[in-house]
């Protein structure tokens, strides 16, 4: 059995974090072994949709239960859907509360604690690694996709420092992407030749902290690929179907999936090669006809 708990450090001993989507990391428990796996969270500095991509990447990794500070509407609508077991309120060490998960001492939660885009403005209680640096020149391989409704979009990119590259995606469809350009401290030519070219003489501080905001987005994009990487060895993803006896043909989901893997032919069909999961279509759905499950796909 195994379960998750969100952590402020990559060890048992860190605290549980109270932010369940923007947790700095998530700790995959088997509760019988006591084996560990880290997962830094790379989801941490979404704009918006933080607790789908999460719950979602809790359900590609197959626990049964997750302990947390606090669990907003989203994540826990697509808890429910996966039949995962939500526990709130959680704090201290993580190995203590893993402890206290064995004895039977925690009661799974009704409902959200928390309301939507909680912790959305608020600091990691400790500082957050951003793991080992990245080599090559930046702007190899653009693009954080900004994708429409609630896509993820990570865009391929093409680019190479010249200006608005076309993210190829996650997936398929997953939306369009801004390439990374130019390599460190040379940029190249173009509208998006990076912050250093077009904005003139700059002092140290300034150019730092633009440096640094390149490094946060290839480090966001590193994550999000290694997450697709594991996703694809496994052999295992999640993905949105649709309960026909509830469905009633609206079309809403239509209109919010990013990947356009729906249609309607009297009741909502989800082509399942295409979906990637994101849940966008399950917190639009008026009638909670969509869970997310998980399938086996072909290596």
């Not at 704009?47 to 979602?56: D, E, K, L, M, V």
């Not at 009704?110 to 990245?134: D, E, K, L, R």
């Not at 190479?160 to 390439?179: F, L």
């Not at 966008?280 to 796909?297: D, S, W």
């Amino acid at each position: 059995m195994k379960i998750a708990v969100t952590s402020t450090g990559p060890t048992l001993d860190n605290d549980v974090e109270a932010r369940f989507g923007r947790c700095p990391y998530f700790l995959i428990i088997d509760i019988e072994t006591m084996q560990l796996e880290v997962i830094e969270n790379p989801n941490i500095a979404l704009g918006g949709g933080a607790g789908i991509q999460s719950a979602q990447l809790m359900s590609e990794k197959g626990v049964t239960a997750v302990l947390t500070g606090n669990c907003g509407p989203n994540a826990f609508n697509v808890f429910g859907q996966a039949g995962i077991q939500v526990i709130v309120g959680v704090n201290g060490p993580v190995r203590d509360a893993v402890e206290q998960f064995k004895r039977g001492a925690f009661s799974s939660a009704s409902q959200p604690n928390v309301a939507s885009h909680f912790g959305v403005n608020t600091s990691p209680a400790v500082p957050t690694p951003t793991g080992p640096p990245m080599t090559g020149p930046i702007g190899q391989g653009g693009g954080m996709g900004g994708g429409r409704g609630m896509g993820r979009g990570m865009g391929g990119g093409r680019g190479m420092g010249k200006g608005m590259g076309r993210g190829g995606g996650m997936g398929r469809g997953m939306g369009r992407g801004m390439g990374m350009a130019g390599s460190m401290g040379m940029p190249s030519t173009g509208p998006a030749a990076g912050f250093l070219e077009n904005a003139g003489p700059q002092n140290p501080n300034q150019e730092l902290a633009e440096l640094k905001q390149q490094a946060e987005m290839l480090d966001q994009q590193k994550q999000q690929l290694n997450q697709r990487i594991t996703q694809l060895e496994s052999g295992r993803r999640a993905v949105a179907v649709v309960d026909s006896e509830k469905c009633t043909g609206c079309g809403i989901c239509i209109d919010v999936c990013p990947a356009g893997a729906i249609e309607v032919k009297e009741k909502a069909v989800i082509d399942d090669e295409i979906c990637t999961g994101c849940a966008a279509c399950i917190t639009e759905c008026p009638n909670k006809a969509i869970i997310i499950t998980q399938k086996e796909f072909s290596k």
